[in-house]
């Protein structure tokens, strides 16, 4: 289904949401916990799209392999990158609990409030992204040519 064709005012609002969560925010920060949960929620389409945009952004390709196993990828990632990616997860998997005050102070100790704000909402973003994307079977652009 063709979500976007059927309801591009919700579309719209998205892209808009998506905006401003994006304003502000460092654009490695972004593509990271945009990654790590489109891997959590087994995005396809968004996993495609974003290791594309991390990669034109020049991250590398290590980095971008082990993203999955951040805790255990000792100096690849930035304690800033890790409290993010913590975060992330803990707002994506929240059948495992809420997000526990431990994985926000981390987050809060690494982003001023207004950065941790867009932060947030970026997660919030890609989890509405992922969602839609997995619901309606959207096939990535690296496979629709």
Known sequence: MNLWKHAPD???GMSAFQAAATEGLDPVIGEL??????Q???CAFCLDMHLSDAR???ESQLRLDLIAAWEESAGL??????AALALAEAMTVLTEGF???EVFERAAQHFEEAEL???IAQIVAINAWNRFQ???RAVPASLAK
């Not at 990632?77 to 890790?82: L, V």
């Open 99 to 101: 997000v526990s005050d």
């Open 134 to 136: 997995v619901t309606t």
């Open 77 to 82: 990632f930035t304690e800033r990158e890790q």
């Open 56 to 58: 034109k952004m020049g």
């Open 10 to 12: 919700v579309y719209k």
């Open 40 to 42: 959590l929620n087994k």
């Open 117 to 119: 704000a867009k932060l």
């Open 33 to 38: 916990v945009k990654i790590r949960a489109s």
